[in-house]
């Protein structure tokens, strides 16, 4: 199960986002780590010291391409331009597969940066799976979409967060990209049990799981990336690993980053839940590795 | 509604400038209470109203967009202070929302903003617009692509009709002002790494830097990559001249004539700083074949 | 006539610093080849007597999918966004590789 159409096969273990500040570690360290997850704007630019030190990762290191502005959920059509510069870094990384938001983020040609939340409703659906397909078309890799953290709900909304979910991958015929802390968060908002979310996902179309730390505030919780994994988190990801099997899974820290051994140390616990994994576990080196064929 | 006419009205709502406290105004454009507007397509739950729930996209959205620009003009906004600097970066994003889908190119209508806004720099705006231009040909040397510069097979087939252009990542400035020792003395006090370990918890701070004055000069200036690293290099009006006439797309037959159009300069002596202008840019790579 | 003289020399002047900078900067790469790191094309900088300024980079790692903005109404004003970029980081140290 964890090896499936929608992460091309790949069976990939415990990761972690590519930041900037632990560059010059990993290129000198050379740290034994499973993979890593890139933002794919960040190396959209015409050449430098990212993309020098993205082929010098992509030497030592397997690379997965994660995006924060498709907007799979926008109403209007996408942006070529955007596309076909994707297109070229997947070429560069050979990203198995690649993720994007289950959001919107732009409309008449103005753009937000952030995650905003859809109405889940029958419409919705249709538009959001109708760009999926067009992406995963265009860029002939397989999309796993990714639910969002969110803070507001909507009138308009049909359905369950969950069931918007499951609807739109199986309409796009696409996998998903869990992300338990974003479930966790946005069940703190919104009063809904988190387990419940966990338990009705299609467990058949998770090509990968994210891990996060969150703020919690006097009346909300957002979505910060700035703490190690908390215990509720944990829970889901235990629940979610026995569902859907021991999928490739990733730590993301974008705010307050610690040491790099301080990150990869709080990704590696996630192998406590895993049935093959024990907390010390470090991966295999890169040439003792050995990929499911498709 | 339609999936459209909702996401219009929420990037409406989301989008719209803070108050002053940097919190979600109260009044629309039109007088109208948004409270109520937003209401009619946002639930409220048992902790948050309609609105103060929406308030939070709101202020996520500024506080990004103001982070995102702001780190690119560390010197502009060390030479205005943060107030001032604050308000011009409101007042551009006003007028300037994200058209890309990068946030890299947010701040790239700044500088010519800036020019048209003297209402925030008070007394220095020549010297802010320089900083600014300077800090966003910083940004754009950093990452733009670097071709292949000329090489022996290039220069075999070159002619006095052929075209040459100059790397994408190679900017070219005629500032007012000596700008680069503003915006160095403020790098040089920025620090190297910013990591937060759990054992030292204490972040390095960047110190008050105090920023040399210069005077009004005519500097020209090329701002360009080198080995991944961005470098600035003054060069003579001659060399400006010749190498914007190479950027314009102009024949190397027209190219040496621009450098010295209005010089008093002896044949001899063109030749020699025309050589020497070659010299330069071809041991730096600045030179590429024309991709047209 | 002098004019066309003029002309001629100017370009003559181009083609042989195009030539001369080509084959030093060709040069230079060869060297870097073949010795330590530590006489690299750097070289070539320093050699034409104009120190190179060498500005730090803040972080261009700016897209992210993180919240941010965070804190209750009360607390909420121009400090909540200071120091919560979305990259707060220097990524302009060369890797020592």
Not at chain 1, 92 to 118: A, I, K, Q
Not at chain 2, 203 to 221: C, D, F, G, I, M
Request: glycine share 6%; with cysteine.
């Amino acid at each position: 199960m964890p090896a499936n159409r929608f992460n091309a096969f790949t069976d990939y273990g415990v990761g972690i986002g590519l930041r900037v500040p632990h560059y010059d570690h990993i290129l000198s360290q050379k740290p034994v780590v499973d993979w890593f997850e890139i933002i794919s704007e960040n190396y959209m630019v015409g050449g430098g010291h990212a993309l020098k030190v993205l082929d010098q990762i992509l030497d030592q290191y397997r690379v997965v391409q994660h995006g924060v502005s498709m907007y799979f959920g926008s109403a209007q059509p996408l942006n070529r331009e955007h596309l076909r510069r994707l297109k070229e870094l997947t070429k560069r990384t050979n990203t198995p597969w690649l993720s994007d938001h289950l959001c919107w983020g732009s409309v008449d040609g103005r753009y937000t940066h952030d995650l905003l939340p859809l109405p889940y409703t029958f419409e919705a659906i249709r538009a959001t799976a109708a760009r999926i397909r067009e992406v995963q078309d265009f860029l002939e890799i397989p999309i796993a979409v990714e639910n969002v953290s969110s803070y507001a709900e909507f009138h308009e909304s049909e359905m369950t967060e969950w069931e918007f979910l499951n609807e739109v991958v199986h309409a796009a015929d696409c996998g998903i990209l869990l992300d338990v802390n974003n479930i966790y968060v946005s069940s703190q908002n919104h009063g809904f049990d988190p387990m419940e979310y966990v338990n009705a996902v299609a467990p058949d179309r998770v090509a990968q799981i994210h891990i996060a730390g969150h703020s919690k505030f006097e009346r909300y919780t957002l979505d910060t990336h700035d703490h190690p994994v908390l215990d509720p988190v944990w829970k889901l990801y235990a629940r979610a690993i026995e569902r859907v099997g021991p999928t490739a899974t990733l730590l993301e820290w974008d705010d307050n980053i610690p040491t790099f051994d301080e990150v990869h140390a709080e990704a590696l616990k996630a192998n406590r839940y895993r049935p093959e994994g024990n907390a010390d576990a470090l991966p295999l080196p890169m040439e003792e590795r050995e990929e499911v064929e498709a | 509604m339609t999936l459209l006419e909702f996401q219009r009205r929420m990037a409406e709502d989301v989008s719209r400038p803070l108050t002053a406290g940097f919190m979600m105004q109260e009044v629309g454009p039109d007088g109208s209470s948004v409270a109520e507007s937003v209401a009619n397509y946002v639930k409220p739950n048992g902790r948050l109203s309609s609105f103060e729930r929406l308030e939070i996209y709101n202020r996520q959205y500024w506080f990004r967009l103001i982070a995102a620009v702001s780190e690119d003009f560390p010197a502009l906004n060390a030479m205005l202070g943060p107030k001032r600097f604050d308000e011009l970066i409101l007042n551009y994003l006003e007028e300037n929302p994200s058209t890309s889908f990068n946030l890299r190119d947010l701040g790239a209508q700044l500088p010519s903003w800036l020019e048209d806004h003297p209402e925030f720099t008070g007394a220095h705006l020549d010297l802010a617009v320089d900083v600014a231009r300077l800090e966003w040909a910083y940004i754009e040397a950093f990452d733009r692509a670097a071709m292949p510069p000329l090489d022996e097979t290039d220069l075999a087939a070159l002619q006095p009709t052929s075209v040459l252009a100059l790397q994408p990542h190679l900017q070219l400035l005629a500032l007012r002002y000596a700008a680069e020792k503003v915006v160095l003395a403020v790098h040089k006090n920025k620090p190297d790494v910013d990591i937060v370990s759990s054992a030292v918890i204490e972040r390095k701070t960047s110190r008050q830097v105090r920023l040399p004055k210069p005077r009004r000069s005519l500097t020209y200036l090329v701002v360009h990559r080198y080995q991944n690293s961005v470098y600035y290099r003054r060069i003579d009006r001659g060399a400006f001249l010749l190498l914007s006439a190479i950027r314009e797309g102009k024949p190397l037959a027209i190219v040496v004539d621009k450098a010295f159009c209005q010089s008093g300069l002896l044949p001899s002596a063109r030749a020699k700083k025309i050589r020497q202008y070659f010299v330069h840019a071809a041991e730096l790579g600045w030179l590429i074949a024309n991709p047209a | 006539m002098k004019s066309t003289t003029v002309h001629n020399l100017a370009l003559a002047a181009a083609f042989a610093g195009l030539l001369g900078g080509t084959s030093a900067r060709l040069n230079a790469q060869t060297t870097a080849q073949n010795s330590a790191p530590s006489a690299n094309a750097g070289l070539i900088l320093v050699a034409q007597n104009q120190a190179p300024a060498l500005p730090k980079h803040s972080c261009k790692g700016k897209n992210d999918c993180k919240g941010q903005g965070g804190g209750d109404a009360k607390h909420a004003g121009k400090n909540s966004c200071k120091g919560k970029g979305a990259c707060a980081t220097d990524g302009s140290k060369t890797p020592k590789v």
